[in-house]
């Protein structure tokens, strides 16, 4: 044979230790990404939702009747992955009135899930004997939010046309 025979050309492939370790850097990047992602809109998507409202009056140890608003709902979030809520406040505001404001322990919930709240609102300055059927009422709730990477300070609201049975005590 003579020296000049043509050798066999030497296979490049593409599973060489830098194409390994350069797919395992843009998959991390991808999932921490992703989960940055889920993470900002589990905490910007805070949502709250009245879904029972009642209007009562009490009378305490003084003779006067007390206006009272019972709040029944949920918290919840656009969220993918595991939120928690800290310091969380809710303000009932009634036809453009404060009413009061409340306050609930810490809590979480995982996705899919929601946190309940029932609340108490009283206000003793309001006249209980001339009220309107339908009032319109504006909940507001505000807490830290955490979830994953992120935690923020954020608001949300729920406003409904509440019709009530009577417009007095």
Not at 116 to 133: E, G, I, K, R
Request: contains cysteine; glycine residues 8%.
């Amino acid at each position: 044979m003579a020296d000049n025979a043509e050798k066999p050309r030497k296979r490049r492939s593409l599973g060489g230790w830098k194409f390994i370790v350069a797919i395992v850097l843009i998959l991390g990047y991808s999932a921490a990404a992703a989960y940055g992602v889920m993470s900002d809109a589990s905490v910007r998507g805070l949502t709250v939702k009245m879904f029972n409202v009642s209007r009562y009056c009490t009378t305490p140890s003084s003779s006067l009747k007390t206006l009272g608003y019972g709040v029944r709902g949920a918290i919840w979030s656009a969220s993918s992955i595991q939120t928690s809520l800290s310091h969380l406040t809710f303000t009932l505001s009634v036809d453009g009135s404060a009413i009061g404001t409340n306050w609930q322990g810490d809590s979480s919930f995982a996705p899919g899930q929601s946190v309940p709240f029932n609340l108490t609102f009283t206000d003793p300055t309001l006249n209980p004997t001339a009220l309107p059927v339908a009032s319109r009422l504006v909940l507001t709730v505000s807490a830290t939010v955490a979830a994953g990477l992120y935690s923020a300070s954020e608001a949300a609201s729920d406003n409904t046309l509440q019709t009530f049975a009577s417009t007095g005590c």
